[in-house]
């Protein structure tokens, strides 16, 4: 490996190290997750230019005798200033941070892709509960996880349109209600027919073109809790930000 290099990076997490130094951690599509000592992040030339949630070029220098990266300069594309001036959007960020940081250690461009689409609807003023919705559930797509919504996994009986679907708590995926696992008074887990057409549908969009399909306001926040359940249930144990977006 190159002790210099040049890459596409997001900044997930910051951390104050000493008076003039901080603690960065990075999502590259080239190096995977990595932290990094961005010196005179606070007080110095690297000051303003590293912030939560910002992307853009970075350039690193791995230490051979350390084993440690520093971000020697910075190239921003893609600000962040809009997120980080509203609490809501603030909390989103963290969550899809939380995510990548829990869930995905590796280099993968199409991840990547995702979280810069996700954060510049954001930063865009993009609706914040759609953003999360798809956010979640490209992210099960982009990590191999997409369940037929055709088809139970369990018993392989084929949906029909008007089908309401329980949720399997082992295999982490809908399923007929007949194998669901869930008790029948527990809703946070079901998902109506009116949401697998919406499910189906913006499966097969870009992320921009399904956050554009509008939802009525209490639709919108079923299916929000519905995806951060989901996700949590995948990650197989507490995302410490998800109370502050449901």
Known sequence: MERNQTVSAVVL????????HRYITIFSPELGIIQAIAYGARKGKLAGKIEQFLSGIFY?????VRHEYSIVDVQPQCLSDGIRSSLEKTFA???????ILKMEGGARQDLYDLVLKAYSALEKNGDVTLVLIQYIWKFIAVAGLMPSLTHCPVCDTAYHERDTLGY???????CCR??????EDDSRMIMGPGFRRYAVLTAAMDFDE?????LSLPTASRIKR?????????????????SMVM
Not at 13 to 20: A, I, Y
């Open 13 to 20: 997490q910051t951390r104050r190290f000493k008076d003039m």
């Open 60 to 64: 690193v220098y791995e230490n051979p």
């Open 93 to 99: 960020a963290s969550f899809i941070a939380e995510t």
């Open 168 to 174: 399997h708590s082992a295999l982490h995926v809908p």
């Open 178 to 183: 007949r194998c669901s696992d869930l008790f």
């Open 210 to 214: 399904a956050i554009s399909v509008e």
């Open 226 to 242: 519905y995806m951060l359940q989901y996700i949590a249930s995948i990650a197989g144990g507490e995302l410490k930000s998800l």
